[in-house]
């Protein structure tokens, strides 16, 4: 999964109200700690994340695991993206950073425009980038993924776990997010971050491009030379979004067919990539010059 393949902003629509943090016993707790701390042997000092397990910022969200075996991919609102007071907003974006866009797009080779439109409905321009805290989300998946811990929220949700293609997604699903847990807690560790402050969507994607962890460690560009990939940052942002577009064999001389297919590897929906590439076309045509 090169991106959580979750659509973040459709959370908005689905998630209003009715979560919050559950407990869970200490013993399980403990159980859950010795192994990241023995994952992450060499990597991160068991102090560090001593801290974060002994925390009571530290919650537990079962629902986020229900959602996610529940939910159903319905007809998504992407046309709001293209009417005319969106478009005037991405144009004055496009026109805002035309110096910047256009080295990216030097560098990377990755149209300006396409960026532009990635950045617009990912999170409108860096808006709504999420207020899930990232580590709570992807402590919650991961752990849920014990039976016994997540059974009764399974059953009271009506989710056959004994089911075969529940029971796969499931525990594919919990073991995502616990190699994503990981990476995410290396990431703070690395940058002297506190796990408790970077939020994000519901599937644990976060800043700008709504990266989730491993895409920040594969694809994040430290654009303005500053040491630190800083996906709050327009520059190292929209630089980001370049260099995954490129390593996912993005060509600007390729045809609308082929930038299809590679923005999908960027987030796993036709619509989606239909969306950006019109936002794209229609910025084309408005010829915004610096
Ligand atoms: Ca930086």
């Known amino acids: ?27 399980a707790l403990k159980k859950f700690q010795d192994r990241v701390e023995k994952d992450l042997q060499g990597k991160v000092p068991p102090s560090f994340i001593e801290k974060i397990f002994s925390s009571t910022e530290l ?30 907003k991405a144009k004055e974006f496009l026109k ?3 110096h910047l866009l256009s080295q990216i797009e030097k560098t990377f080779g990755v149209d300006k425009e396409v960026l532009v439109g990635i950045f617009m409905v990912e999170t409108n321009f860096g808006e709504n980038t999420g207020n899930w805290p990232v580590l709570d989300v992807l402590y919650s998946m991961a752990i849920s993924g014990e039976k016994e811990i997540f059974e009764p929220y399974a059953q009271k949700a009506n989710i056959p776990l004994n089911d075969t293609s529940i029971k796969t997604k499931w525990q594919k699903r919990s073991r995502w997010a616990y190699r994503e847990l990981l990476y ?4 703070c560790y690395q940058n002297h ?5 970077i939020k994000g969507s519901l599937f644990g994607a976060f800043g700008y491009p709504q990266f989730v962890p491993r895409s920040y460690l594969v694809y994040g560009y430290d654009w303005d030379k500053d040491g630190v990939v800083d996906l709050y940052n ?3 942002a929209l630089s980001s979004i370049a260099n995954y577009l ?12 082929e930038k299809k297919r590679v923005i999908m590897r960027y987030n796993h929906s036709e619509p989606y990539a239909n969306t950006v590439l019109a936002i794209a076309k229609k910025l084309r045509r408005l010829q915004v010059k610096d």
């Open 1 to 27: 999964m090169k991106k959580a393949v979750f659509l973040a902003f459709l959370l908005c629509f689905l998630f209003t109200s009715n979560l919050w943090g559950e407990s869970i016993s200490q013993q």
């Open 96 to 98: 805002s950073h035309y």
């Open 234 to 236: 327009v520059e190292d």
């Open 246 to 257: 490129k390593k996912e064999g993005y060509k600007i001389s390729a045809t609308e067919e």
């Open 193 to 197: 971050w506190d796990p408790f402050s």
């Open 184 to 187: 995410f807690i290396q990431i």
């Open 59 to 88: 919650d537990f969200y079962p629902q986020i695991m229900v959602k996610s075996l529940t939910w159903k991919e319905a007809e998504l609102p992407y046309y709001q993206f293209l009417t005319p007071e969106r478009l005037k």
